[in-house]
C-alpha cells in the first residue's frame, strides 16, 4: 500500500518561528510535491523536487524554503513564520514520468500550521 | 496563463446524480485529472481521462470531456452520503516539470 507520511498533522507555531515540516514516502517516487491549501483557493505548489538536492520553485515560493537530501524524504521550512502562513500543507510524490504520461500525484495527510 | 475554474459549492440529495463541472485555459494536458479529499484528509486521485477520449465510465462515475470548450464533467450517479467530500479536478502545469494544477475545489454536500 503506497504511503506518504507526514510528520505533524497540527502544529502551532509562534509569529518569528523556523518552522519545519517533513514529509516521507515509501514509493521511490522521483518527484515530491509541497502545496498549501486554503479556503476558496485550492491547492497551490509551493516548491517541487524531482531528484535528490535538486529544487524548483512553484507558484507561492516566497518565505518558504525546502530540502531533499535523500530521495525519500522533502521537507518545506518556513524561515520565519508569519500569520498569513497558517494554512494546510500538503505534501505529494509521484513518479518521474514523460511529460504526456499518466501522473498520478500521492497525497500525505496533511498538517495544518497554525501561526499566532 | 494556465487556469483550471470549478463551481465551489453543490447540494444534492442522496440518490441523486452530482455533476460536477471544470474548464481549464491550458489543452496541452494529456491526462486530466479528479482528485477527492474527504474531511481531514488528503486528496486521492479518484478517476482520469486521456485527452483523445470524450467519455469514461466507471462503475457510478461518468468523465465527461469537451475539448472544445475546454470543459470536464464529473457526475456522480445514486449519490451517497459518503460522497461528501471536496472534489478537484487538475491537469499538468506548462511549466513545472509533472506538476499539476488544480482547481479550486467543488465541495460537495450530500443530504439524506
Known amino acids: 500500500d503506497v504511503k506518504v507520511t507526514q510528520s505533524s498533522r497540527y502544529l502551532v507555531k509562534r509569529t518569528g518561528e523556523k518552522v519545519f515540516l517533513e514529509c516521507v514516502q515509501d514509493?521511490?517516487?522521483?518527484?515530491m510535491f509541497w502545496y498549501r491549501q486554503d479556503p476558496g483557493l485550492g491547492l497551490r505548489l509551493i516548491y517541487f523536487s524531482y531528484d535528490v538536492k535538486m529544487k524548483e520553485k512553484g507558484d507561492i515560493p516566497e518565505g518558504y524554503s525546502v530540502s531533499r537530501e535523500k530521495k525519500e524524504r522533502f521537507s518545506l521550512i518556513l524561515e520565519s513564520a508569519s500569520t498569513n502562513q497558517t494554512s494546510m500543507y500538503l505534501c505529494?510524490?509521484?513518479?518521474?514520468?514523460?511529460?504526456?504520461?499518466?501522473?498520478?500525484?500521492?497525497f500525505g495527510p496533511g498538517t495544518r500550521l497554525t501561526v499566532l | 496563463g494556465e487556469d483550471v475554474e470549478q463551481s465551489l459549492f453543490l447540494s444534492v440529495r442522496e440518490g441523486d446524480s452530482s455533476v460536477i463541472n471544470c474548464t481549464y485555459t491550458?489543452?496541452?494536458?494529456?491526462?486530466l485529472y479528479w482528485y477527492k479529499q474527504e474531511p481531514g484528509a488528503g486528496l486521492q486521485l479518484l478517476t482520469y481521462?486521456?485527452?483523445?477520449?470524450d467519455m469514461k465510465q466507471d462503475q457510478r462515475l461518468t468523465v465527461l470531456l469537451n475539448k472544445k470548450d475546454k470543459h470536464l464533467s464529473l457526475r456522480i450517479a445514486d449519490t451517497q452520503t459518503g460522497d461528501s467530500a471536496i472534489y478537484f479536478c487538475a491537469g499538468r502545469r506548462r511549466k513545472a516539470g509533472t506538476a499539476l494544477i488544480f482547481g479550486k475545489g467543488t465541495t460537495l454536500s450530500v443530504s439524506s
Open positions: 491550458d489543452s496541452s494536458s494529456t491526462y
Open positions: 514509493m521511490d517516487h522521483e518527484n
Open positions: 505529494a510524490s509521484g513518479r518521474l514520468q514523460n511529460l504526456v504520461s499518466y501522473n498520478e500525484q500521492f
Open positions: 481521462i486521456f485527452s483523445n477520449m
